[in-house]
């Protein structure tokens, strides 16, 4: 089964608008964590946003805020007033287990496109 | 602020050659891991460090070695080159058993292998 399910392959969006990439994910561990990055065509991975499974309240960095609902095992990405430069992939990505397993899962990523 | 350097950001090698990628984590990070993305695909995590020890493996052929040394950089040695092994190699740093955003794992921008 997958560990990480983007359900959306791509994704238009007008400028200034709000958007929300969807991330459900799957684990029996009670301690993981949920990451979201960035890709651009250049193709570096951009550190956007992280949410512990213990955090009780949902993560946000500037635009970005993570809607964490745990009992539905879901973490969707908001990015409120898109821009044109948030034009990307972006990738929801998992840390499984405590201390001593790192090792991040991703997911098939969603391409996001900025309409002007 | 530093970030993790890799190096070459660009490689290309023929079939049956040897690559080494090289990594410099973000400094007074102790855990280092690479993972592989091949075109259109997620990254997949291949193995990572933590003070100078293998502390987890994934998906690495066994043409493929790694180390971290004392300074804390890592090295991935590839070894009889296939044409699959073409894909963007990224090495990641983070700080292993902190809590909350030291959680984050930082990428580098990865280094780019063309097999020819």
């Known amino acids: 089964a997958q560990k990480i399910t983007q359900t959306q392959p791509g994704m238009f969006v007008q400028e200034k608008e709000a958007v929300t990439l969807d991330c459900t994910y799957d684990t029996s561990d009670q301690s993981y964590g949920l990451f979201w990055y960035k890709q651009p065509s250049s193709g570096e991975m951009i550190f956007l946003i992280y949410?512990?499974?213990?955090?009780?309240q949902n993560a946000t960095e500037g635009r970005y805020s993570l809607n964490f609902q745990k009992a539905r095992k879901s973490a969707n990405l908001v990015i409120s007033a898109s821009q044109l430069g948030d034009s990307a992939m972006y990738f929801c990505?998992?840390?499984?287990?405590?201390?001593?397993?790192?090792?991040?899962?991703f997911g098939t990523g969603t391409r996001l496109t900025i309409i002007p | 602020a530093a970030g993790v350097i890799q190096s070459p950001r660009h490689l290309i090698k023929e079939k049956r050659e040897t690559a080494t990628l090289k990594c410099y984590p973000i400094?007074?990070?102790?855990?280092v891991y690479w993972y592989q993305q091949g075109p259109g695909q997620d990254p997949q995590f291949l193995i990572s460090f933590y003070e100078k020890m293998q502390s987890d493996k994934g998906s690495i052929p066994d043409r493929f070695s790694a180390q971290q040394f004392s300074d804390y950089h890592s090295e991935l040695n590839m070894s009889s080159l296939e044409l699959g092994d073409s894909a963007l190699y990224f090495c990641?740093?983070?700080?292993?058993?902190?809590?909350?955003?030291?959680?984050?794992?930082?990428f580098g921008p990865g280094t780019r292998l063309t097999v020819t």
């Open positions: 400094p007074r990070h102790d855990t």
């Open positions: 949410q512990g499974s213990y955090d009780e």
């Open positions: 990641a740093s983070s700080l292993k058993g902190a809590r909350g955003r030291l959680y984050e794992q930082y």
């Open positions: 990505a998992m840390r499984e287990g405590p201390f001593g397993n790192e090792k991040l899962t």
